[in-house]
């Protein structure tokens, strides 16, 4: 081997170390996004939301995720429990070190195998969903109505759920100490085999339930305080959403394993769907613009908007119609320009932002452009005329139909009357 060569593999070699070194160790805080001041429920959150994202299941043959998922794993073991956080707060990596090695940290939970860590927390067996042999809780679906406006700019929402949980006081295990022991009336079997005499002589054997640990083979001496060895509780949790920029309505949202959690299964899914909410007049007064009363269909918005007799005559007047994120959308005719009852304006591009669901791109040249804005004309008629003003207007009528005015019989090809040709309208 060349010289050179060698060199150059010895230090590969020593920037890998280099490398290893530097990863193991990264900061915890970093690892799970937050810093020192972090709680205790910042700190569940994280680890809850970054340890699906890089568990291996679902990042198959990607071993910087498998890394990723390993680290976020410790750095939750470490961060969640009041001494070793402090401890490592004060001395950092070095004295967690010192702390294991003291002896009474490393068997903590029986070790640190960042897929129990993970079952705890989602149940099941430390995998994501279909993996044969593991039961499969049932998905949720939960409702959630949004006014319009939030369609149109996005947001994010934050809701509670009410969900069975995993009981974070015992980890699931039921018991106030962690300790879960073996049924011995059934060995663990959960069943017992009892011997009944028939008759002299004569037994039937029959398979009971073990009615000391309830069919369960495990027993707890001390029933976890909180969740009455129940091993789960249900609360509320709160769950954030982020609707984005022209989601559809019946957009179904999924969050992966965060249905009813159960030491006995893998949780399912919450399923969200969006719903389109009704404008209520007083509640959104402090967000109304004209847009709350757009009406949707697909991509494309409606609204209606009122001209007076004359405006839709005589031309001469604009309209600033005011969207849903505020900004102004100007119509307008000048002098002499029509608009019939009716008529439908459309604006282009004023419609709803396109949206689609990332990846599903189907055909090359779908169009992406946002949809559009439709303007349907109502034209108001007065009801009533200060008399001076309807003398003057029923004049001026009678001067110009005599002279210009349309006989409608005539234009609808019906029979013409014979000797009265009477122009009636302009
Ligand atoms: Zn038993
Ligand atoms: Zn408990």
Sequence with gaps: MLPTMRSVILCVVILLCVLQLVAAAEDYYKTLGL???ASEKDIKRAYRNLSKKFHPDKNPGDD??????????????ILSTATTRKIYDQYGHEGIEQHRQGGSA??????????????????????????????????????????LRDFYNGREVSFGVEKQQICDACEGTGSADREVITCDKCQGRGVVIQKHQLAPGMFQQVQMHCDKCGGQGKMV????PVCSGQRVVRKEVETFATIEPGMGKGTRIVFENEADESPDYIAGDLVLILEEREPELAADQEHRTDGTFF?????????KEALSLREAWMGGWTRNITHLDGHVVQVGRSRGQVV????VETVKGEGMPFWSEGHLHE?????ESPGDLYIEYTVILPDEMESGMEKEFYALWEKWRKKIGVN????????????RVVKDEL
Excluded at 106 to 120: A, C, E, I, Q, T
Excluded at 221 to 224: A, F, L, V
Excluded at 340 to 343: G, N
């Design 35 to 37: 810093d020192k001041s």
């Design 64 to 77: 910087t995720a498998r890394e990723k998922f390993v680290l976020i794993a410790e750095a939750y073991d």
């Design 106 to 147: 490393g068997g903590r939970r029986g070790g640190n195998d960042p897929f129990d860590l993970f079952s705890r927390f989602f149940g099941g067996g430390g995998h994501f969903g279909h993996a044969p042999g593991h039961r499969r809780g049932p998905d949720m679906e939960l409702k959630v109505g949004l006014p």
């Design 221 to 224: 001496k001390r029933p976890c």
């Design 295 to 303: 009406r949707r269909k697909g991509r494309d918005l409606f609204w």
């Design 340 to 343: 019939q009852p009716l008529a």
């Design 363 to 367: 055909s090359e040249d779908e169009d």
């Design 408 to 419: 409608l019989d005539q234009d609808s090809g019906r029979p013409v009357a014979p000797a």
